[in-house]
C-alpha cells in the first residue's frame, strides 16, 4: 500500500492528479512505474473532503436534507432516497404510495443522466471526444425534466421525510414517455459508435481484471461488481421502496474486465427504461406526503441501517440516534471508496494508460469518496 | 436459509454475544456484541460465511468508544452488525485489514476520525485528512459524548417489542417489503 | 487474427462510426448560443429567494417570525425587525441573504408560514466580489417597484 521511495532504484514516480483529467475530480495518485508498466500505485484521498458526517451532528435531521445532493453529485437522487429511508425506518413515518412510485421513477432518470454522464466521459477518457457530446444531449433532456419537477439540476433535494416536496406534473409524465423513446433510439447508435468500435475494445478488454474472489475482500459493489460475474444489486437482494411491484433484470457479465463494466452499465440503462416505463403506468393516484408528519423530526433513541443502491453500487447510512432533534452520529458508506479502494491491487502490474482505463471503468466520483 | 445458517456458524464461536435483531426497524438482522481481542475472529467466520465488509465505523461513547463493522452478503439479505467497544482515552483494537484488504482503508478513516489505533494496521496514517493532522473532528466535547444507555433502544420495548410491536405500530414502509422479500 | 483481417475491421468499425457522425450532420442544431439566445426557464426554478408583497396592500408578506432564520441548514438569513409605535404588527427592516453560503435548498420557503418568500427567475448572476451577493431582499424589493 505505502509507496516506499527509493532513490537508488532506476524508477520513475509519477503523480497522477490532482487534477488530470481522467480523475475526475481531486484525485491523486502516486505511481511507482517501471518504464511503461506499474509497480506500485497509491491513491491519495481527501482533496476534496467536506466531513458531512459532522456536519450531520451539527444540523437537525431537516437541515441534513441539502447535504445529500452534495456527497455524490452525479446520482443526488438515490443518496436522498437513502437519507429518507433510514429516517422513515428509524422514525416508523410511512410516505404514501404516490410518493414512493415517484421517488423511483426520478431516482431512475437520475441513474440513467449519472450512467450517460459516465459513458461519455469514460469515452473522453480513452481519446473518443464524439459520443461525449451525443451523450451529453441525451442527458440534457434528463436534466431539463427533472429541473422541471425539482427546480434544481444537478444538485437534487426533493424527498421529503414522508414523501417528495411537489408533485409531478403531466408534462413531465409525458416528457419522461418521450425521453425513453428517444434513448431507445439512441442506445443502439452508442453502440455502432463505441462499443463495436475496434480501437475501444481493444482499450478496455481484458484490462483491470476484478477476480470476484477480490471483489468479496475489498467490499466492491456496483456495476463493478456485477461486471465479475456476481449477481448483487440491493435493489433486488434487499427491495426497498417500490422496487418489489416492478419487474427489471439485473444485468450481470462474467469477463470481470472494464469491458464487462462497461456493458453491464450500457444494459443497465435499458433496466432503468423499463422500471420508469412500468412505474409510470402503475402510477396510482392520491397525495404525495404522508398525513402527519411532524415539523420537527425526532427519531426515538435507537440506531438503524438502510442501504440503496445508487448508480455506482451499495450506498448506506447508519444513523444513531440519542432522542433529540441532530442524529449523534451518521456514517454514510459510500459505494466509490470501497471501488477505489481495490485500484492499488489491480493496476499493479499493468500498463500506464490501462490504468486509466481500469479507473475509469469503475466511474469514480471523488466528492463521494471523500465525503 | 441464509440467515439461519450464518447464525449457527457465528453462534458456535459466539454463543453468548450474538443477539438477533429486529430487521424491519433497524436495518439489519444479527448483532454481535464482542470484546476488542475477538473482531479479527469475527472478521474470520464472516469471510468463510461469503460476507463482505460494508464498513467499519465508529461511535463516540463515554466511558468506552464503540467499534462497528457492517456485513453484508451479496447472495441475499442477511446484514450483520459487529460492535466492539475500547476505552476512550486510549482506544485500541486489532485489525481486520489481513482478512478483509477493503478494511485497510476504511480502518485508517476511522483512525483519522476518530483516533482509534488499529493493532497491526499495515500503514495507518491519515486518509482523508491532511498529513499533519493532530485533531480527530468526530471526537465530541466532553460536555456532549453521551454514554451507551442514552443511544439505545430502551430495553423494555426490545423484550415486548420483537413480536408484538410489529402489528400495533405502522411499520416502516422500507423494511416492510424487506421482510417479505 | 491475420493482419490484412485486423486491418479489414478496423476499417468496417472506423466507417460504422463515420456513419454515426457524418448523419450528426445534417441534423438541426441543438445548441442554443447563450448570451444571444436563451431558452426560458423552468417556473418551478429555484433561484435565490425574494419577499412577496401582499398585493392589496403592497407591504410584505412577512410576518417576522424568523423561522427562516432559524431553519436555514447555512445560516445565511439574518433578519431585523422593529414594531412601529401604535402599529399592530412588526416590520421588516432588513432582510439580509448572505447568497454565497446559501445552497438553494429551499427549506426556508418550505418552513415560512405567511407564504412571504418565493424564489426568484433570477439565474444572471456574476459578479467582481463576494460583497455584492450579500443581499438585502427588502432593498431589492423596493427598487424593483
Not at chain 2, 131 to 140: C, I, R, S, Y
Given at each position: 500500500m505505502k509507496i516506499e521511495r527509493n532513490l537508488e532504484e532506476h524508477s520513475l514516480y509519477l503523480n497522477m492528479g490532482p487534477q488530470h483529467p481522467s480523475t475526475h475530480g481531486v484525485l491523486r495518485v502516486i505511481l511507482k512505474l517501471d518504464g511503461e508498466y506499474i509497480e506500485e500505485a497509491e491513491p491519495v484521498l481527501g482533496y476534496i473532503h467536506r466531513m458531512h458526517e459532522k456536519m450531520g451532528e451539527n444540523r437537525t435531521y431537516a437541515q441534513y436534507l441539502p447535504n445529500m445532493g452534495r456527497v455524490d453529485y452525479l446520482s443526488a437522487l438515490s443518496y436522498n432516497q437513502c437519507y429518507v429511508g433510514a429516517v422513515e425506518r428509524l422514525t416508523g413515518i410511512a410516505p404514501p404510495p404516490r410518493a414512493e412510485y415517484i421517488r423511483v421513477i426520478t431516482t431512475e432518470l437520475n441513474r440513467l443522466s449519472s450512467h450517460l454522464l459516465w459513458f461519455g466521459a469514460y469515452v473522453l477518457d480513452l481519446g473518443g471526444f464524439t459520443p461525449f457530446l451525443y451523450s451529453f444531449d441525451d442527458r440534457e433532456h434528463i436534466l431539463d425534466l427533472l429541473e422541471s419537477i425539482t427546480?434544481?439540476?444537478?444538485t437534487y433535494c426533493y424527498f421529503r421525510f414522508g414523501g417528495v416536496s411537489k408533485d409531478i406534473t403531466d408534462d413531465f409524465i409525458t416528457g419522461t414517455r418521450a425521453f425513453i423513446k428517444r434513448l431507445r433510439m439512441h442506445l443502439p447508435m452508442y453502440e455502432t459508435l463505441v462499443t463495436k468500435n475496434v480501437i475501444f475494445i481493444n482499450r478496455v478488454k481484458e484490462v483491470g481484471i476484478i477476480t470476484p474472489e477480490a471483489a468479496r475482500r475489498y467490499g466492491v459493489t456496483g456495476p463493478a461488481l456485477r461486471g465479475s460475474g456476481i449477481k448483487y444489486d440491493v435493489r433486488k437482494n434487499e427491495p426497498y421502496s417500490i422496487y418489489p411491484e416492478v419487474d427489471f433484470d439485473i444485468p450481470v457479465q462474467d469477463g470481470c474486465d472494464a469491458l464487462s463494466r462497461y456493458i453491464v452499465r450500457m444494459l443497465e440503462m435499458e433496466q432503468s427504461m423499463r422500471i420508469i416505463e412500468q412505474a409510470l403506468d402503475k402510477l396510482?393516484?392520491?397525495?404525495?406526503?404522508?398525513?402527519?408528519?411532524?415539523?420537527k423530526v425526532k427519531p426515538p433513541k435507537g440506531d438503524c441501517y438502510f442501504a440503496v443502491e445508487t448508480a455506482r453500487g451499495d450506498f448506506g447510512i447508519y444513523i444513531v440516534s440519542d432522542g433529540t432533534e441532530t442524529a449523534y452520529r451518521i456514517k454514510l458508506r459510500t459505494p466509490g471508496f470501497s471501488n477505489l479502494s481495490i485500484f492499488a491491487e489491480i493496476s499493479r502490474g499493468t500498463l500506464l494508460q490501462d490504468a486509466i482505463s481500469t479507473m475509469g471503468s469503475l466511474d469514480l466520483v471523488i466528492p463521494e469518496i471523500d465525503r | 436459509m441464509l440467515l439461519s445458517k450464518t447464525k449457527t456458524a457465528i453462534e458456535s464461536i459466539f454463543p453468548l454475544e450474538i443477539k438477533e435483531a429486529d430487521y424491519a426497524r433497524v436495518g439489519y438482522h444479527l448483532e454481535v456484541i464482542l470484546d476488542a481481542e475477538k473482531v479479527v475472529s469475527l472478521a474470520k467466520v464472516m469471510m468463510a460465511q461469503g460476507f463482505y465488509l460494508e464498513d467499519v465505523t465508529a461511535i463516540d461513547l463515554n466511558p468506552d468508544m464503540e467499534v462497528i463493522y457492517h456485513y453484508a452478503h451479496t447472495e441475499g439479505c442477511c446484514r450483520v452488525t459487529g460492535r466492539a467497544y475500547t476505552p476512550r482515552h486510549a482506544p485500541e483494537v486489532p485489525t481486520i485489514a489481513g482478512i478483509y484488504s477493503g478494511a485497510n482503508w476504511h480502518e485508517r478513516e476511522t483512525h483519522d476520525f476518530f483516533g482509534i489505533t488499529f493493532k497491526d494496521h499495515p500503514y495507518l496514517v491519515p486518509l482523508l485528512l491532511p498529513?499533519?493532522?493532530?485533531?480527530?473532528?468526530?471526537?465530541?466535547e466532553d460536555g456532549k459524548v453521551k454514554q451507551l444507555k442514552d443511544i439505545k433502544r430502551a430495553e423494555v420495548k426490545e423484550q415486548a417489542g420483537a413480536p408484538a410491536a410489529g402489528e400495533g405500530k405502522p411499520a416502516p414502509a422500507g423494511g416492510e417489503k424487506g421482510e417479505k422479500a | 487474427m491475420s493482419y490484412f483481417g485486423e486491418i479489414y475491421t478496423g476499417a468496417v468499425s472506423l466507417i460504422a462510426g463515420l456513419g454515426v457522425t457524418g448523419k450528426a450532420l445534417f441534423q438541426p442544431t441543438v445548441t442554443v448560443q447563450y448570451p444571444w439566445e436563451t431558452i426560458d426557464i423552468t417556473p418551478t426554478f429555484r433561484g435565490h429567494i425574494e419577499l412577496v408583497t401582499d398585493e392589496e396592500t403592497g407591504n410584505f408578506k412577512c410576518i417576522c417570525c424568523g423561522l427562516c432564520q432559524l431553519n436555514c441548514p447555512s445560516h445565511c438569513i439574518s433578519i431585523k425587525s422593529s414594531k412601529p409605535e401604535g402599529a399592530k404588527k412588526k416590520a421588516l427592516d432588513s432582510y439580509m441573504l448572505n447568497f454565497t453560503t446559501c445552497s438553494l435548498c429551499g427549506t426556508c420557503v418550505e418552513g415560512c408560514p405567511a407564504d412571504a418568500i418565493k424564489f426568484s427567475d433570477d439565474y444572471n448572476l456574476a459578479g467582481f466580489s463576494r460583497e455584492e451577493f450579500y443581499f438585502d431582499l427588502v432593498k431589492r424589493a423596493r427598487e424593483e417597484k
Open positions: 427546480g434544481s439540476r444537478l396510482p393516484e392520491g397525495p404525495v406526503m404522508a398525513p402527519k408528519v411532524p415539523k | 498529513e499533519d493532522a493532530d485533531f480527530h473532528p468526530l471526537v465530541k | -
